[in-house]
């Protein structure tokens, strides 16, 4: 099974903070993903990268930056942390572009 | 702006009988639809893929497709508690992927 894991279930970040979440996968995909979840939006996309230093951005990418040095990492940064970023993030990666992708357990992050 | 519509819900349904789940999505050029299935405080977990009109079957699960409604249902038969969830359409199109908000789903026992 893949296993897609982000490095911290649970993050409380003060305002202008510049904040990292990281997504390590073990399957060797090219494509990787993250997205922000929230309570009557749904699961939106932020960037994804297809490729080792390739990014592209996905539909809310303003506010964040992303770093794929390896093929099995993404990262997510957060340049100067806001309140409207208290948000579930998912990272998620897959073989396929035809694919969503499998999904990490997420990380929960407060801005304060 | 790319649209993927479904009804939050909740939908309840008492344990053994069919659940219909519903997504309708705006771009005609879309590709390729799936479901996913989100437990409570979990991540969501891929459980239907489907590319082509028609229906697709995986045990208890139908994915059925009409692209030139653009509509794409998942049905549970038998239904059980443990299927209580929300339940997430996502449509590909291009090299993106949309997802709806989600339909919440309990099953009575």
């Known amino acids: 099974d893949v296993k897609v894991t982000q490095s911290s279930r649970y993050l409380v970040k003060r305002t202008g903070e510049k904040v990292f979440l990281e997504c390590v996968q073990d399957?060797?995909?090219?494509?990787m993903f993250w997205y922000r979840q929230d309570p009557g939006l749904g699961l939106r996309l932020i960037y994804f990268?297809?490729?080792?230093?390739?990014?592209e951005k996905g539909d809310i990418p303003e506010g964040y930056s992303v770093s794929r040095e390896k093929k099995e990492r993404f990262s997510l940064i957060l340049e100067s942390a806001s309140t409207n970023q208290t948000s579930m993030y998912l990272c998620?990666?897959?073989?396929?572009?035809?694919?969503?992708?499998?999904f990490g357990s997420g990380t929960r992050l407060t801005v304060v | 702006q790319k649209e993927v519509e479904q009804n939050s819900g909740p939908l309840s349904v008492p344990e053994g009988a069919i659940a219909s789940l519903n997504c309708t999505y705006s771009?005609?050029?879309?590709?390729?639809f799936f479901w996913y299935r989100q437990y409570s405080g979990k991540s969501p977990e891929l459980i239907m893929s489907?590319?082509?009109?028609g229906d697709k079957e995986d045990g208890r699960f139908t994915a059925q497709l009409n692209k030139a409604s653009q509509y794409v249902s998942l049905l549970i038969r038998d239904s059980q508690p443990s299927d209580s969830a929300t339940y997430l359409c996502?449509?590909?199109?291009?090299?993106?992927?949309?997802f709806g908000t989600g339909t919440s789903l309990t099953v009575i026992p």
């Open positions: 399957m060797d995909h090219e494509n």
């Open positions: 990268s297809y490729d080792v230093k390739m990014k």
């Open positions: 996502a449509v590909g199109t291009g090299n993106q992927f949309y």
């Open positions: 489907i590319y082509s009109n």
């Open positions: 771009d005609r050029g879309s590709q390729s």
């Open positions: 998620a990666s897959s073989l396929s572009n035809l694919l969503p992708g499998d």
